[in-house]
């Protein structure tokens, strides 16, 4: 065997490790069905080198990686379309068309070249009713995934779709469903989150109600709008997990001192046998206290820890 064999299956090992720490390091990008068409939503500091797009009349493209490498993959999917939208007709070209476009491309550069491209492409289409909208997840090595409702991809991915799951819901309004994808980008993980500004968020949705092209970004004053609602929403919601304290009130608790009447009835029984002077502490020392454990029992917690605490593993 020569010297520096790598086996065909270790190589391929090494390249989607290495294609997944480089996607790690980005952030997150959600893509999500609401009411009126799908929202897109990505972490992104700057106002002209985008990672979501329009490919088509009512296709949208949102990736996350290296951006010399899924800015290539953009525009060659819009030339494709382009091509099939002349050739035959706009109505041929779907999502679905160009995620396998792209599935093939990638899929060739990760088994062909020595370095796999470092990208996670989102290939979205609006239909004219929300049973229509298609959303496609295209990962790196060529593997294409059908992703009803909604999509988190790039960086903690695990960790933003936990939180979309709790918080997503069919037929949410834009106001909701941006909330919502708010919500899982500036999570932490351990209980807190991160705030964003307009200017660090890149948004655009595809919306069912307009012709032709349906693809708009949410820039300025909608945005900053959209914000301060989201944020107001939770604000309200905030209160409500807020009252749980009132159930471990003193009240609940002090009822057992009611019990302490037992002993005009605990001192009608004589066999105790025991003196009368004591008789009216007997019963009461006879008896276990209020919060005690029943004899022959156990005061051991049920479960306390013993739920299963692994957190979940990172992408």
């Known amino acids: 065997m020569p010297f520096g ?5 270790q190589a391929m090992r090494d390249k989607a490790e290495f294609a997944r720490q480089g996607i790690a390091r980005g952030r997150s990008c959600v893509t999500l069905q609401y009411e009126g068409g799908i929202l897109m939503m990505a972490p992104n500091t700057s106002s002209a080198l985008h990672k979501i797009s329009e490919i088509y009349d009512r296709i949208a493209f949102a990736a996350v990686g290296r951006y010399p490498e899924f800015e290539t993959l953009r525009k060659a999917g819009i030339t494709y379309a382009d091509v099939a939208g002349y050739q035959f007709d706009r109505r041929d070209v779907t999502a679905r068309g160009i995620a396998i ?4 491309n990638l899929g060739t550069i990760f ?3 020595l370095k796999p ?9 609006v239909g004219e009713q929300p049973e229509g909208d298609q959303i496609y997840r295209i990962t790196f090595d060529g593997s294409v995934n059908d992703e009803p409702g909604f999509v988190a991809f790039g960086g903690q991915a695990d960790q933003v779709s936990a939180v979309l799951k709790e918080r997503y ?3 949410m309004s834009l106001s909701e469903a941006f909330g919502a994808a708010l919500a899982a980008l500036t999570a932490t993980g351990n209980g807190e989150r991160t705030e964003l500004a307009a200017t660090q968020l890149e948004v655009a949705v595809l919306d069912r109600s307009r012709e032709h092209r349906t693809f708009r970004r949410i820039r300025a004053a909608r945005l900053e709008e959209l914000i301060a609602e989201a944020r107001s929403a939770d604000a309200k919601t905030a209160p409500e997990t807020g009252p749980a304290p009132s159930t471990g009130s003193a009240p609940s608790t002090g009822s057992p001192p009611s019990t302490g009447s037992a002993p005009s009835g605990g001192g009608s029984a004589p066999s105790g046998g025991s003196a009368p002077s004591g008789g009216g502490s007997a019963p009461s020392a006879g008896s276990e206290p209020p919060t005690g454990p029943d004899r022959g029992s156990t005061d051991r917690g049920g479960g306390v820890g013993g739920g299963d605490t692994t957190p979940p593993n990172p992408l």
């Open 5 to 9: 064999y790598v086996s065909p299956a």
């Open 101 to 104: 476009y792209y599935a093939q």
């Open 111 to 113: 088994t062909e070249s």
């Open 117 to 125: 491209f470092e990208v996670e492409i989102v290939v979205a289409e």
């Open 169 to 171: 819901s069919p037929g």
